[in-house]
């Protein structure tokens, strides 16, 4: 069997996963002086019950050693599985992949009868899972893992995240954001943020904004702004503690394609944890 994963900064829980035949690597979390592992939650509801604690910044991430990724994957393995990891963009892991990728070449070294394949997505959130559950799909339909790989390939490097953030404090206290929040002009006057992660999996500030509210707008601008041709996008609206906001969103995006697929997804534990709290990210990528 070829067990198709993902974790869980890929925003892909419950019901959809068992949909899509994805299984969730876990990540790690740390509340007080307590670790605990992460993974993933059946239900949207199921968030809700530590959505104050992140809030209150209560959480903090902490990265997988060589040994619990080795060990998980050596697993499945040994379970006579063969696994493909579909990774957020290593760029933005906390030693820049390094870890998952000595991890998969020692697996390899050692089984080297067995399929171990690491994949990069070089996006994150929606983008990732979007990547590899089609990529499952195609192996479903084929049976042929380099048939899913290729298509996989004609994937990566089209997705693109914007990302408006509540608290700019937050972001730059963030274990991934603060390099890139470093000289972000406007954190004394209380601003708010609006990253991206673009095609090549990289961090950067895109603009600015007064109100959470008017950052928001800015998600959709964008996309008009930098003449992309809405129709021809599929979109994931993320959000954590911005129901309303997102829900906008969706409505402004509706109006103008009605056929599109335009998905509202609860942000996860990770992310919420990572940027610090309040936000909502749009991931979207081009029709294939």
């Known amino acids: 069997m070829v067990k198709f994963f993902i974790d869980a900064y890929a925003d892909m829980f ?13 990540s790690k979390i740390k509340k007080g002086n307590r670790e605990f592992y992460f993974h993933g939650y059946k239900k949207s509801d199921d968030m ?61 070294k050692k089984y080297p009868t067995k399929t171990a394949i690491l994949v990069d997505t070089l996006t994150v959130s929606r983008g990732t899972s979007e990547i590899a559950a089609m990529a499952r799909l195609v192996y479903e339909k084929e049976q042929d893992i380099d048939a899913a790989l290729d298509f ?19 972001a730059k206290n963030s274990q ?3 390099t890139t929040m470093e000289n972000f002009a406007g954190a004394s006057l209380n601003m708010k ?8 999996g990289k961090f950067k500030v895109l603009d600015k904004a007064k109100t959470f509210r008017s950052a928001v ?8 702004e930098n003449g992309l041709n809405i129709a021809d996008y599929t979109f994931s ?28 997804v609860p942000l996860s534990l990770n992310n919420a944890i990572l ?9 979207f990528h081009s029709k294939y």
């Open 14 to 26: 419950g019901d959809e996963l068992e949909k899509y035949g994805m299984f969730l690597a876990p």
């Open 48 to 108: 809700q019950k530590i959505a104050q604690d992140i809030k209150d910044k209560k959480y903090s991430i902490v990265a997988l050693s060589y040994d619990e990724w080795y060990d998980f994957f050596e697993h499945e393995l040994l379970e006579g599985n063969d696994v493909v990891y579909f990774s957020v963009s290593t760029k933005l892991l906390f030693d820049g992949g390094a870890t998952i990728k000595k991890v998969f070449a020692a697996l390899n």
């Open 152 to 170: 996989a390939e004609t994937l990566i490097g089209k997705f693109v995240s914007i990302v408006a953030v509540e608290s700019a404090d937050g």
């Open 176 to 178: 991934i954001f603060n």
């Open 193 to 200: 943020p609006i990253l991206s992660i673009d095609t090549n």
């Open 217 to 224: 707008s800015k998600l959709y601008s964008n996309v008009k």
């Open 237 to 264: 609206i993320v959000s954590f503690d911005a129901d309303k906001e997102a829900q906008s969103l969706y409505n402004k995006f509706r109006e103008l394609v009605n056929e599109n697929e335009i998905r509202l």
């Open 275 to 283: 940027v610090g709290g309040k936000c909502i990210a749009l991931t």
